[in-house]
């Protein structure tokens, strides 16, 4: 509840409450992948975000700088910078306390995440690799898939590198939980603000596992209720890939979730003391699986707290057995990848 909103926009009136509010610190925020279907739209929800005071855009295509060009012109306080290509890595990551990374290919239609494994496994070694050495102290939020691979990897990029801090680097399932959320809100006509259902595993097919018997607020679903509320929030993505019909993934539900979780991992930064996302993380949560996404606190260095399940039900007890062999096959695809890379 303590959100400052995606969405907030100054009105003539505030003039005065914002001059008399406090200085807010300095947050550099880059986006690596900016000029794509995901990092445009991030772009103009991080320019309208009052955390953020420097907005770093970083692309390969070198549309990124029109895209750079056309945010500078809202009015807001966020100053926005381009930089094109490898070379200007440095330039763009310097001095970021924050790195959201939505670079890569998406699915087409008949493809699973995992199918993009090959080209998005270099892509993510190589950014990483970048953030190592420009800015170690970095929070890294990873949006490429298939992010039970990919985040792996990047903790390997870090080691390697030294500079590994499992606090600072999370996989962003973010869009899991708003799918959660409105679908659960639409079964049961609840009010789409008051709803907050935890999902918990991974972000790939089975291993998406909403806790429905958590729902907030509570609420009792039949059987039938409950599976096809699971399948359809594990497919979601498969819906909107389905949907534009060859032309790419989900953009603009992925860049308002992002959004969600810059904004709270932001707060969470300036010492906000309520701000929990669900998230992939390093975790001993579940014995096993080195990585697993449950609900963290978000503290000054990142995730300051890793929270446990909570009670199951029959049928999520099952559904976390099942997904098991598939999320740790994941997770160990990705190390490998980094240790040995082609
Ligand atoms: P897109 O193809 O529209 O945009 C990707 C952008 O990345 C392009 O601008 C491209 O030039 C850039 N790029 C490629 N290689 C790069 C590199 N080495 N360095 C910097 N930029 C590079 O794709 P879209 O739709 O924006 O999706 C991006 C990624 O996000 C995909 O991997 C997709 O699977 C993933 N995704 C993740 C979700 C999640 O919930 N975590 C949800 C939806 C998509």
Redesign the pocket.
């Known amino acids: 509840g303590q959100r400052v909103g995606v969405h907030a926009v100054a009105r003539p009136g505030a003039a005065k409450a914002r001059r008399t509010m406090p200085v807010v610190e300095a947050k550099r925020v880059a986006v690596?992948?900016a000029?794509?279907?995901?990092?445009q739209p991030l772009s103009l929800l991080l320019k309208m975000n009052k955390c953020v005071t420097e907005l770093a855009l970083?692309?390969?295509?070198p549309l990124v700088k029109g895209v750079a060009a056309d945010l500078s012109h809202c009015n807001t306080p966020v100053q926005v910078s381009a930089h094109v290509g490898d070379a200007e890595l440095e330039a763009c990551l310097k001095g970021c306390e924050l790195v959201v990374i939505?670079?890569?290919?998406?699915?087409k239609p008949g493809m699973t995440?995992d199918d993009?494994f090959n080209i998005?496994a270099g892509?993510v070694m190589?950014?990483v690799t970048a953030c190592a050495k420009y800015c170690p102290n970095a929070i890294l939020e990873i949006?490429?898939?298939p992010?039970n691979s990919t985040v792996p990897i990047a903790s390997e990029v870090l080691k390697a590198a030294g500079c590994y801090d499992p606090r600072k680097l999370l996989g962003?399932?973010t869009?899991?939980v708003v799918r959660a959320n409105t679908f659960v809100a639409q079964a049961k006509g609840l009010d789409l603000k008051e709803v907050d259902v935890p999902v918990i595993g991974g972000?790939a097919g089975i291993t998406i596992l909403p806790l429905l018997s958590q729902t907030v607020p509570s609420v009792t679903f039949s059987d039938a209720e409950r599976k096809a509320l699971t399948s359809r929030i594990q497919d979601a993505?498969t819906e909107v890939v389905e949907a534009k019909a060859g032309a790419?993934?989900?953009?603009l539900s992925?860049a308002y979730?992002a959004a969600r979780m810059a904004e709270s991992t932001l707060l969470g930064m300036q010492g906000e003391p309520n701000m929990f996302e669900c998230a992939f993380v390093q975790s001993d949560v579940v014995p096993g699986s080195p990585f697993f996404a449950s609900r963290v606190q978000l503290g000054p260095e990142g995730v300051a707290k890793v929270n446990g399940l909570g009670q199951l039900n029959e049928f999520e007890k099952a559904a976390m057995e099942a997904m098991l062999p598939e999320l740790k096959a994941q997770i160990e695809k990705g190390i490998a990848f980094a240790k040995n890379p082609p």
């Open positions: 690596l992948g000029a794509g279907g995901i990092g970083f692309d390969v295509a939505p670079a890569g290919v998406p699915r995440r993009l998005n892509i190589n950014l949006i490429c898939n992010v962003v399932t869009l899991d972000h993505g790419g993934s989900a953009t992925m979730a």
